[in-house]
Each structure stands twice: as structure tokens, then as C-alpha cells.
């Protein structure tokens, strides 16, 4: 019980946006608060213009705030992948 309570007491305020990216994985995720404080201490927002490549990353993961992303995936010479994800969903690269 005090495992929980001290997982949920916030460590500092969150901003309006970062509270509701926090509601967001509390509710579809699971996450606690502390769980969060530690993704979103070590990940970053990244607003992209329309038609605009990210190239190959590793080990990213990418959750889409507003609007939709089209992927194309290249695993070798040949072999692609095309997947569209819209707000709210996760993808990987």
C-alpha cells in the first residue's frame, strides 16, 4: 500500500498537455506516475511538417499526438512495408 501511494504522489506539477498525455497512458496503458515521470524524462515531442521523412532511429517509440502518419519500412533491398497510424496510436521504427 505505501509502494502505491508513493508511486502516485507527483514528483512535480505537470503541464495542462503533460497531464493529458498522462491521462492518456494511465488509461490505455497502465501507467502509474511514476512510470510516466520516467518516459517523460527521457523522451522528447517531436511536431513534424506535412511530407516530412524520419529516417532510420533505433529503439524509438513514437505515439501520434494529432493527426495521422503514413510509414514506409525498408527491411532490405526489397522488402517494404507501408502502414498509416493515427492519433493515439503507437508505432515503432
Do not use: M
Not at 501511494?5 to 507527483?10: G, M, Q, R, T
Not at 501520434?64 to 502502414?83: I, R, W
Amino acid at each position: 500500500c505505501v509502494r502505491l501511494i508513493s508511486d502516485e504522489c507527483p514528483g512535480r506539477k505537470l503541464s495542462e498537455e503533460e497531464e493529458a498525455l498522462y491521462r492518456f497512458f494511465r488509461c490505455r496503458c497502465g501507467l502509474n506516475r511514476l512510470q510516466f515521470d520516467e518516459i517523460l524524462g527521457n523522451g522528447h515531442f517531436l511536431e513534424l511538417d506535412a511530407n516530412k521523412e524520419i529516417r532510420h532511429v533505433e529503439s524509438t517509440l513514437y505515439l501520434v499526438l494529432q493527426g495521422k502518419v503514413q510509414c514506409h519500412v525498408q527491411f532490405n533491398e526489397n522488402a517494404e512495408q507501408t502502414f498509416v497510424k493515427r492519433s493515439g496510436q503507437f508505432f515503432d521504427i
